[in-house]
Protein backbone atom coordinates (compact mmCIF):
# COMPACT_ATOMS: atom_id res chain seq x y z
CA UNK A 1 0.00 0.00 0.00
CA UNK A 2 0.92 3.35 -0.58
CA UNK A 3 0.48 5.44 3.12
CA UNK A 4 0.57 8.77 1.57
CA UNK A 5 -2.54 7.54 -0.81
CA UNK A 6 -4.47 5.54 1.63
CA UNK A 7 -7.50 4.94 -0.54
CA UNK A 8 -5.59 3.10 -3.54
CA UNK A 9 -6.16 0.29 -0.65
CA UNK A 10 -9.54 -0.10 -1.80
CA UNK A 11 -10.07 1.87 -5.36
CA UNK A 12 -7.28 2.74 -7.82
CA UNK A 13 -9.37 5.77 -9.26
CA UNK A 14 -9.72 9.27 -9.04
CA UNK A 15 -12.31 9.00 -6.79
CA UNK A 16 -10.49 7.93 -3.88
CA UNK A 17 -7.78 10.46 -4.53
CA UNK A 18 -10.78 13.10 -3.98
CA UNK A 19 -12.50 11.28 -0.87
CA UNK A 20 -8.80 11.60 0.49
CA UNK A 21 -8.65 15.48 0.26
CA UNK A 22 -12.34 15.89 1.25
CA UNK A 23 -12.02 13.58 4.39
CA UNK A 24 -8.50 15.78 5.50
CA UNK A 25 -10.77 18.47 6.78
CA UNK A 26 -14.46 19.79 7.81
CA UNK A 27 -14.04 22.78 5.33
CA UNK A 28 -15.51 23.25 2.31
CA UNK A 29 -12.90 22.74 -1.02
CA UNK A 30 -13.53 24.46 -4.51
CA UNK A 31 -12.24 22.19 -7.73
CA UNK A 32 -9.65 24.32 -8.09
CA UNK A 33 -8.34 23.68 -4.53
CA UNK A 34 -8.56 20.09 -5.07
CA UNK A 35 -6.61 20.02 -8.26
CA UNK A 36 -4.08 22.04 -6.08
CA UNK A 37 -3.67 19.30 -3.73
CA UNK A 38 -3.88 16.80 -6.36
CA UNK A 39 -1.67 18.07 -8.95
CA UNK A 40 -1.98 15.39 -11.79
CA UNK A 41 -5.62 15.70 -11.79
CA UNK A 42 -7.75 17.63 -14.49
CA UNK A 43 -10.47 19.82 -13.37
CA UNK A 44 -13.30 18.05 -15.46
CA UNK A 45 -12.43 14.59 -14.19
CA UNK A 46 -12.80 16.39 -10.42
CA UNK A 47 -15.97 17.60 -11.26
CA UNK A 48 -17.09 14.73 -12.68
CA UNK A 49 -16.17 12.39 -9.39
CA UNK A 50 -17.60 15.12 -7.46
CA UNK A 51 -20.93 14.99 -9.30
CA UNK A 52 -20.87 10.98 -8.79
CA UNK A 53 -20.06 11.13 -5.23
CA UNK A 54 -22.53 13.97 -4.44
CA UNK A 55 -25.49 11.45 -6.39
CA UNK A 56 -24.41 9.15 -4.16
CA UNK A 57 -25.04 11.21 -1.21
CA UNK A 58 -21.32 10.94 0.37
CA UNK A 59 -20.28 14.69 -0.74
CA UNK A 60 -22.32 17.56 -0.02
CA UNK A 61 -22.92 20.19 -2.87
CA UNK A 62 -23.10 24.10 -2.56
CA UNK A 63 -23.04 26.57 -4.12
CA UNK A 64 -22.55 30.42 -3.46
CA UNK A 65 -23.10 33.11 -5.88
CA UNK A 66 -21.49 31.13 -8.82
CA UNK A 67 -18.81 29.10 -6.63
CA UNK A 68 -19.48 25.67 -6.11
CA UNK A 69 -18.06 24.11 -2.94
CA UNK A 70 -18.16 20.69 -1.76
CA UNK A 71 -17.86 18.98 1.44
CA UNK A 72 -17.67 15.19 2.95
CA UNK A 73 -21.29 14.44 4.28
CA UNK A 74 -20.11 13.18 7.75
CA UNK A 75 -23.61 12.17 8.80
CA UNK A 76 -23.40 9.65 5.64
CA UNK A 77 -23.29 6.13 6.49
CA UNK A 78 -20.21 5.57 4.47
CA UNK A 79 -18.57 8.20 6.21
CA UNK A 80 -16.58 6.63 9.19
CA UNK A 81 -14.90 4.06 6.89
CA UNK A 82 -14.03 6.84 4.74
CA UNK A 83 -12.69 8.86 7.56
CA UNK A 84 -11.03 6.00 8.83
CA UNK A 85 -9.49 5.08 5.49
CA UNK A 86 -7.97 8.44 5.74
CA UNK A 87 -6.22 8.17 8.96
CA UNK A 88 -4.40 4.96 7.60
CA UNK A 89 -0.99 6.63 8.35
CA UNK A 90 -1.62 7.22 12.07
CA UNK A 91 -3.61 4.07 12.22
CA UNK A 92 -0.11 2.41 11.64
CA UNK A 93 1.99 4.50 13.82
CA UNK A 94 -0.35 4.02 16.61
CA UNK A 95 0.05 0.32 15.88
CA UNK A 96 3.31 0.04 15.86
CA UNK A 97 4.09 2.17 19.16
CA UNK A 98 2.03 0.00 20.64
CA UNK A 99 3.86 -2.94 19.65
CA UNK A 100 7.06 -1.42 19.86
CA UNK A 101 6.22 -0.27 23.68
CA UNK A 102 6.06 -4.41 24.96
CA UNK A 103 9.46 -4.75 23.90
CA UNK A 104 11.14 -3.35 27.20
CA UNK A 105 13.80 -1.64 28.14
CA UNK A 106 16.42 -3.29 25.41
CA UNK A 107 14.66 -0.80 22.94
CA UNK A 108 15.91 2.65 23.20
CA UNK A 109 14.50 4.42 20.12
CA UNK A 110 12.96 3.48 16.73
CA UNK A 111 11.69 5.50 13.76
CA UNK A 112 9.94 5.01 10.68
CA UNK A 113 12.11 6.78 7.79
CA UNK A 114 12.30 6.86 4.18
CA UNK A 115 9.16 7.35 1.73
CA UNK A 116 7.15 5.87 4.80
CA UNK A 117 7.81 9.10 6.07
CA UNK A 118 8.46 11.50 3.64
CA UNK A 119 4.69 10.52 1.86
CA UNK A 120 6.52 9.80 -1.50
CA UNK A 121 5.94 5.95 -1.38
CA UNK A 122 4.87 3.73 -4.38
CA UNK A 123 3.41 0.36 -4.55
CA UNK A 124 6.99 -1.13 -4.78
CA UNK A 125 8.29 0.71 -1.61
CA UNK A 126 9.49 -0.62 1.61
CA UNK A 127 8.50 0.45 5.22
CA UNK A 128 11.93 1.26 6.48
CA UNK A 129 12.50 1.11 10.61
CA UNK A 130 15.56 2.39 12.36
CA UNK A 131 15.97 0.51 15.77
CA UNK A 132 18.57 1.44 18.53
CA UNK A 133 18.85 -1.53 20.97
CA UNK A 134 20.72 -0.65 24.28
CA UNK A 135 24.58 -1.34 24.63
CA UNK A 136 24.75 -2.05 28.25
CA UNK A 137 23.78 -5.92 29.00
CA UNK A 138 23.32 -5.40 32.53
CA UNK A 139 19.41 -5.61 32.46
CA UNK A 140 19.56 -9.42 31.59
CA UNK A 141 15.40 -9.85 31.86
CA UNK A 142 13.86 -12.19 29.36
CA UNK A 143 13.41 -9.39 26.82
CA UNK A 144 16.93 -8.06 26.79
CA UNK A 145 17.80 -11.66 25.64
CA UNK A 146 19.78 -11.46 22.79
CA UNK A 147 17.61 -14.03 21.13
CA UNK A 148 14.30 -12.54 21.99
CA UNK A 149 15.65 -9.22 20.32
CA UNK A 150 16.33 -11.37 17.11
CA UNK A 151 12.75 -13.02 17.64
CA UNK A 152 11.11 -9.28 17.99
CA UNK A 153 13.03 -7.61 14.88
CA UNK A 154 11.95 -10.69 12.44
CA UNK A 155 8.38 -10.25 14.51
CA UNK A 156 8.14 -6.97 13.33
CA UNK A 157 9.32 -7.11 10.13
CA UNK A 158 6.48 -9.83 9.81
CA UNK A 159 3.64 -8.08 11.04
CA UNK A 160 4.63 -4.43 9.02
CA UNK A 161 4.22 -7.05 6.37
CA UNK A 162 0.70 -8.08 7.47
CA UNK A 163 -0.21 -4.72 8.32
CA UNK A 164 0.15 -2.98 4.86
CA UNK A 165 1.56 -5.71 1.90
CA UNK A 166 4.81 -3.83 1.97
CA UNK A 167 8.14 -5.46 3.00
CA UNK A 168 9.66 -4.01 6.64
CA UNK A 169 13.07 -3.05 6.62
CA UNK A 170 14.76 -2.95 9.72
CA UNK A 171 17.85 -0.84 10.13
CA UNK A 172 19.29 -2.03 13.55
CA UNK A 173 22.19 0.01 15.96
CA UNK A 174 23.34 -0.64 19.33
CA UNK A 175 23.75 2.47 21.51
CA UNK A 176 27.51 1.78 21.05
CA UNK A 177 27.40 1.12 16.90
CA UNK A 178 25.36 5.05 17.11
CA UNK A 179 27.56 6.55 18.80
CA UNK A 180 30.52 5.42 16.03
CA UNK A 181 28.53 5.92 12.96
CA UNK A 182 27.48 9.47 14.55
CA UNK A 183 31.16 10.31 15.11
CA UNK A 184 32.03 8.76 11.23
CA UNK A 185 29.23 11.45 10.21
CA UNK A 186 26.75 8.81 8.86
CA UNK A 187 24.33 9.98 6.51
CA UNK A 188 22.03 7.96 7.19
CA UNK A 189 21.37 9.13 10.75
CA UNK A 190 21.03 12.77 9.76
CA UNK A 191 17.86 11.37 7.48
CA UNK A 192 16.31 9.69 10.50
CA UNK A 193 16.95 13.09 12.46
CA UNK A 194 15.40 15.37 9.61
CA UNK A 195 12.68 12.87 8.76
CA UNK A 196 12.07 10.21 10.86
CA UNK A 197 9.03 10.00 12.67
CA UNK A 198 9.63 8.15 16.10
CA UNK A 199 7.43 5.65 17.45
CA UNK A 200 9.70 4.45 20.34
CA UNK A 201 11.53 6.50 22.95
CA UNK A 202 12.08 10.14 22.17
CA UNK A 203 13.79 12.57 19.70
CA UNK A 204 15.50 14.17 22.12
CA UNK A 205 17.20 11.43 22.97
CA UNK A 206 18.13 10.49 19.49
CA UNK A 207 19.79 14.07 18.82
CA UNK A 208 21.98 13.82 21.75
CA UNK A 209 23.40 10.89 20.41
CA UNK A 210 23.97 12.61 17.00
CA UNK A 211 25.65 15.67 18.33
CA UNK A 212 29.09 14.30 16.58
CA UNK A 213 27.40 14.55 13.37
CA UNK A 214 26.15 18.70 14.21
CA UNK A 215 29.46 19.06 15.35
CA UNK A 216 30.98 18.28 11.94
CA UNK A 217 28.75 19.73 10.01
CA UNK A 218 29.84 23.01 11.86
CA UNK A 219 33.30 22.26 11.31
CA UNK A 220 33.04 21.81 7.60
CA UNK A 221 30.93 24.89 7.26
CA UNK A 222 34.08 27.11 9.58
Request: aromatic share 6%; no cysteine; net charge neutral.
Amino acid sequence: MQLNRPFATVTPTLDGDVLGVLATSEVTFTITQIQRVLTTASGEGIRKVLTRLTAQGVVLHDQVGRTNTYRLNTEHLAAEPILALSRLTATFLNRLEAHLGEWGKALKYAAVFGSAATGRMTLGSDIDLFLVRASDPKPLGRQEDPEIWEQQVSELARSVTAWTGNDGRVVEYTEDELRTAAAAGEPLLSEVARQGLTVAGTRAWLNRQLRPIDRAATARRA
